[in-house]
């Protein structure tokens, strides 16, 4: 299952029967420093003031709610990635930006994060859910993706740096660059056809 070969992915929306599932990919420290995917969904003041136990169950709740916060990859029938996605306006740290504030008044879907299994990264797996997260927003009615990749200036970029996904990686998948707010962060979109 570990080896360097093509991977064959199947991938699901996070819903309560996958929590399990995102457990046992995040590990116990909910995948970086405690985050549990909820660095966007907080301001910075409320996520500096939560451990990660507190946002493991922010979280939780979240997906308890109904709500379908992202889209899980599995190879073999083991998680193996998480692609984090929802309106624009599920992100309170997008809309306090100065870096990613909007760039017009179209409804967008924003892909935030991406979480891959060490063993299973430069293995495809981004692209992967990059495609799989934009056929369920079309399956949603969202008409627009938007991402805030990283557009490293070499190749050995920090995996841990690299959690909003690389612009390469974004442009192999039909986005196309509409901003470049720094030198090294970009906004892209992906219009989808009904």
Not at 109 to 120: D, E, G, L, M
């Amino acid at each position: 299952m570990q080896g360097r070969g093509p991977l064959s992915l199947e991938f699901r929306p996070l819903t309560p029967d996958g929590w399990a599932d995102l457990e046992r990919l995040f590990g116990p420290h909910g995948a970086t420093g405690g985050c549990w995917c909820m660095w966007w969904r907080r301001t910075a003041k409320e996520f500096g003031a939560c451990t990660g136990e507190e946002n493991r169950a922010a979280f939780r709740a979240l997906v308890d709610s109904g709500d379908r916060p992202g889209i899980l990859a599995y190879a073999d029938g083991e998680p193996v990635g998480w692609c984090a996605v929802a309106p624009r306006g599920d992100y309170p740290r997008l809309a306090r930006s100065r870096t990613l504030r909007p760039i017009d008044d179209e409804p967008v879907w924003s892909i935030t994060c991406f979480f891959v299994a060490p063993p299973f990264r430069r293995r495809g797996v981004t692209s992967a859910l990059i495609g799989a997260t934009c056929e369920s927003v079309r399956a949603r009615g969202g008409r627009v993706v938007e991402a805030y990749p990283i557009a490293p200036s070499d190749k050995a970029y920090p995996a841990a740096f690299a959690y909003t996904g690389l612009l390469s990686a974004f442009l192999s998948c039909g986005f196309l660059e509409v901003a470049r707010p720094s030198p090294h962060r970009a906004i892209v979109r992906r219009s989808l056809t009904p």
